[in-house]
């Protein structure tokens, strides 16, 4: 895929998963998903939540009244649980409003407003222009997680390569070996999901990396 913007990358991220979500039986969405512990119910009720939270950071921006991403993170595990529970068509339409929702705010802002300050759910203080990065971030690496047969391979190549800088950022200097094979399949590996054909330059065993995001 060529070039995009974060913008870009939350629309074209929302689409994998409505186009993963339309494909679901009840029985598939019960499914486990990639991730250890959820099902797919479990990765679209984050994500549907997800959506509202950086919503709140939206209106933040947008009226300059200080609204954080979460209550609490325990009110953010409690929606995710919450949301687990629902029925596939309920869950999918939560998803579907809550990014359409997101994307109309988003589009509503204007250039002075992108620039105000926001606090992340982590304690970040970003500009608002953070959020489409951190909003295509979940609703691309999460369409693969759905298990639905896309892989790192299936997403913007800017996005990996932005993705991978964030990674390495965070993971610290020196976490991470000097790693060889396919760029999609590094990131992958960097994230901490199932990844062939990674392996580190000098030929010692790759370390076992936890899942990130």
Same mark, same amino acid.
């Given at each position: 895929? !060529?070039? #995009? #913007?974060?913008?870009?990358?939350? +629309?074209?991220?929302?689409?994998?998963?409505?186009?993963?979500?339309?494909?679901?039986?009840?029985? /598939?969405? *019960? $499914?486990?998903?990639?991730?250890?512990?959820? @099902?797919?119910?479990?990765?679209?009720?984050?994500?549907?939540?997800?959506?509202?939270?950086?919503?709140?950071?939206?209106?933040?921006?947008? @009226?300059?009244?200080? @609204?954080?991403?979460? $209550?609490?993170?325990?009110?953010?595990?409690?929606?995710?649980?919450?949301?687990?529970?629902? /029925?596939?068509? +309920?869950?999918?339409?939560? =998803?579907? $409003?809550?990014?359409?929702?997101?994307?109309?705010?988003?589009?509503?802002?204007?250039?002075?407003?992108?620039? #105000? +300050?926001?606090?992340?759910?982590?304690?970040?203080?970003?500009?608002?222009? +953070?959020?489409? %990065?951190?909003?295509?971030?979940?609703?691309?690496?999460?369409?693969?997680?759905? *298990?639905?047969?896309? #892989? =790192? $391979?299936?997403?913007?190549? /800017? =996005?990996?390569?932005?993705?991978?800088?964030?990674?390495?950022?965070?993971?610290?200097?020196?976490?991470?070996?000097?790693?060889? !094979?396919?760029?999609?399949?590094?990131?992958? %590996?960097?994230?901490?999901?199932?990844? @062939?054909?990674?392996?580190?330059?000098?030929?010692?065993?790759?370390?076992?990396?936890? *899942?990130?995001?």
């Amino acid at each position: 895929m !060529g070039h #995009t #913007t974060p913008l870009g990358w939350v +629309e074209t991220g929302t689409a994998l998963c409505a186009a993963a979500l339309a494909g679901l039986s009840e029985g /598939d969405y *019960a $499914a486990p998903s990639a991730l250890p512990g959820w @099902t797919r119910k479990h990765v679209v009720a984050h994500l549907a939540a997800n959506a509202e939270a950086i919503g709140n950071l939206v209106h933040w921006a947008r @009226t300059g009244e200080r @609204t954080p991403m979460y $209550a609490s993170p325990r009110q953010r595990a409690e929606d995710i649980e919450k949301g687990s529970r629902l /029925d596939g068509a +309920e869950l999918t339409r939560w =998803f579907t $409003a809550s990014a359409a929702r997101l994307a109309a705010g988003m589009a509503a802002l204007s250039d002075e407003e992108w620039r #105000t +300050e926001v606090v992340t759910a982590q304690g970040r203080t970003v500009p608002a222009s +953070e959020t489409p %990065y951190m909003r295509g971030r979940e609703v691309l690496v999460h369409a693969v997680d759905l *298990a639905v047969g896309l #892989t =790192f $391979a299936d997403l913007p190549d /800017d =996005f990996l390569r932005r993705l991978e800088a964030d990674i390495r950022a965070r993971r610290g200097t020196g976490a991470v070996p000097e790693l060889v !094979g396919p760029h999609a399949d590094v990131v992958a %590996y960097l994230a901490g999901r199932p990844a @062939t054909g990674v392996a580190t330059a000098d030929g010692s065993p790759l370390p076992v990396l936890p *899942a990130w995001l």
